[in-house]
């Protein structure tokens, strides 16, 4: 039923671009809010983006803004996450993930549904 599944990670030098999709089933993608979370090696989970499914209202964690957009496709029930000017603390594994209306909004405990991840890369 309700599925997560994220493509597009890899590996890029610094100061490159990736954009990643998640591509949601219908019901998961109606959910109130999607977002983007990445979690590095010994690291915890943190919120990198998140948009509004009823308004398309934004968030992004201080440490992207301006690099990153986050974005979706209602036709092909898709969200994109693009960077830009990637460094190399961008590193981790990104996640997909969809959840309540529930505040803070980058918050990974306010989302319900999950994907499996895809790995980010960015050498200097």
């Known amino acids: 039923q309700a599925q997560l599944v994220e493509s597009g990670g890899g590996s890029v030098q610094a100061g490159g671009s990736l954009r990643l999709s998640c591509v949601a089933s219908t019901y998961t993608y109606s959910v109130w809010r999607m977002g983007w979370f990445r979690q590095a090696p010994g690291k915890e989970r943190e919120g990198v983006a998140a948009?509004?499914?009823?308004?398309?209202?934004?968030f992004y964690a201080d440490s992207v803004k301006g690099r990153f957009t986050i974005s979706r496709d209602n036709a092909k029930t898709t969200l994109y996450l693009q960077m830009n000017s990637l460094k190399p603390e961008d590193t981790a594994m990104y996640f997909c993930a969809a959840g309540d209306y529930y505040y803070p909004p980058l918050a990974p405990n306010n989302y319900k549904y999950w994907g499996q991840g895809t790995q980010v890369t960015v050498s200097s």
């Open positions: 948009i509004v499914t009823s308004n398309s209202l934004t």
